[in-house]
């Protein structure tokens, strides 16, 4: 897949807020901090569309990218923040609920989680959640930079373990750092996105 074209287009915490299009829409989950900005940077090869940073909760609002004018990357505020108060906490709960539960455009998400951590109990309930809804999902282990690729089976056989996933093989290893899997992303997307078009 060749990036020709990427543009933030717009900030939503409510449903009214979401851009009207018919394209398919590609929603990004993951805990806080975990990299869910940067993939989409690495990903458009752009150094800083989605903004990215060191204080976790930097996300707070979901942001929709349009990629080659015809799909739409939505950048999911991250779970699992610990220091939110309760109030945050409760408006991202129904922040997501709502993306989730009235979106139409919602085709896929890529569910990033760390390759060096064990998935949390709430990865473990999105996953969950996800599939429950029959929404498809991709995991992709991000920070792969951080540990010798000899190493990786190791790591994405206890993550797909953890997810109940059939196979550590559907476990995409990503860079945002080095690049690792950025290929096989634009791949991936691209079967996605061929199969919508053959839905419609
Ligand atoms: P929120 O918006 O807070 O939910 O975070 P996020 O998931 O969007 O994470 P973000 O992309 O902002 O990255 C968080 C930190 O991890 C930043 O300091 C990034 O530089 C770093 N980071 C992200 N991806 C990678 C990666 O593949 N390798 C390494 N080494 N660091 C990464
Ligand atoms: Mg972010």
New binding site residues.
């Given amino acids: 897949m060749i990036i020709y074209n990427a543009e933030y287009t717009a900030s939503a915490v409510n449903q009214s807020q979401y851009p009207k299009h018919t394209e398919p829409e590609i929603a990004l989950a ?1 805990r ?8 989409i940077n690495k990903f458009i090869n752009r150094k800083n569309l989605a903004r ?3 204080t ?4 707070q609002m979901l942001n929709f990218y349009h990629i080659n004018d015809a799909f739409y990357f939505v950048d999911l ?2 779970y699992g923040y610990a220091k939110v108060s309760k109030e945050v906490h409760n408006k991202w709960g129904k922040m997501m609920q709502e993306y989730f539960s009235t979106r139409e455009n919602l085709r896929a998400v890529i569910q990033i989680v760390d390759i060096r951590h064990k998935p949390s109990l709430e990865d473990q309930e999105m996953q969950g959640f996800l599939r429950n809804r029959g929404i498809p999902v991709l995991v992709v282990a ?2 792969s ?2 540990i010798a690729r000899g190493q990786w089976p190791k790591y994405l056989k206890a993550i797909a373990e953890t997810l109940e996933l059939p196979d550590w093989h559907y476990i995409l290893p ?4 080095n690049g690792a899997g950025v290929e096989e992303l634009h791949q991936a997307v691209e079967e996605i996105l061929d199969e919508v078009a053959s839905e419609e």
């Fill in positions: 993951g806080s901090n975990v990299g869910k900005s940067s993939l990215t940073g060191n976790p909760g930097k996300t505020p991250g991000t920070k930079d951080k990503y860079s945002a750092e």
